[in-house]
């Protein structure tokens, strides 16, 4: 797994930096690439070959699309530790890109790398027919906007020291990190033609997937190392953010993501050992300590 992880994660690099390198240099490249390079497990990337592995879709055109997810996920992050937002100064052991570059560069460099991600798909790197370009761009805008990243951050902090229910909680978690992991689950299933139907299932089990990532990442945040996560720890509480921990306890957080988990195995079980993968990034996505 980490093996693989690492190899997506070296594919995935040197295709983001030859398309940077293709374009006219400017001022605003060092930030962006230092949220884009610093690090980053590339697992919505590892989903996204996961799930395309299903559909017998070829390696490259996956690390084409997940490029641009990754370009969506840096921005997330470089503006979710703004000062405004989770005001965080430790970003994969290093500072933030608010704190290495300036606050209004670390928002220009976030909206650059947005935009970028659409850049990518319509780019002529991108072999699909236009159609499916068209739709993967629909899709991972709305993952992106009001919908998804963004109205989910917004949600996160105006729940801030709010007693919020557990329903509220996991529509907040699925808009701010699930939505994204549903693009990466549905990219595949567009670019083979699939129906409706299959685009609503496979977008369901992203989301979960995604529910799964965020609360992994919480229990890292209750009861994980700084210096193993990379970022600081025990913040959550000090913010007073609403949580499944916070709502629920550690111990039944946990009890609720192997429900979780068991639901997306279900969902996914009439695809039979076709998922194997999926499930050992699954099982990595629960266990993992950063
Ligand atoms: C962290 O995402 C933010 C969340 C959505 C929970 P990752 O844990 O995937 O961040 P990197 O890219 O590996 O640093
Ligand atoms: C971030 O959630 C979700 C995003 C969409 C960026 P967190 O605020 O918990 O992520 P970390 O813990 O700072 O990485
Ligand atoms: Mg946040
Ligand atoms: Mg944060
Ligand atoms: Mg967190």
Redesign the pocket.
Known sequence: MKKNLIRIAKDTNFFLKKFIKKQKRTELISAMEYGLFS??????SKILLDIGRIFKIEYKTLIVIGAAV?CI??Y??IH?DLPCMDDDKL??GKPSTHIKFGVSTAVLAGNSLLTMAFEILTSSDLKTKEKNKVNLVKKLSESAGHLGIAGGQYLDLSFEKKKISKNKIIDMEIK??GKLFSFCCVAPAIIKNKNNKDIKIFENIGANIGLL??IA?DLIDFKGSSKVA?KITGKDKKKGKATLISLLGYQNAIKYSYKIKFKIINDLSKYGSKTSNLNETLDYILKRN?
């Open positions: 690090g980053g497990k590339k697992i919505r990754e996920h840096a997330s992050l979710d970003r994969r701010k990190t990532f965020q990442d990379g950063k």
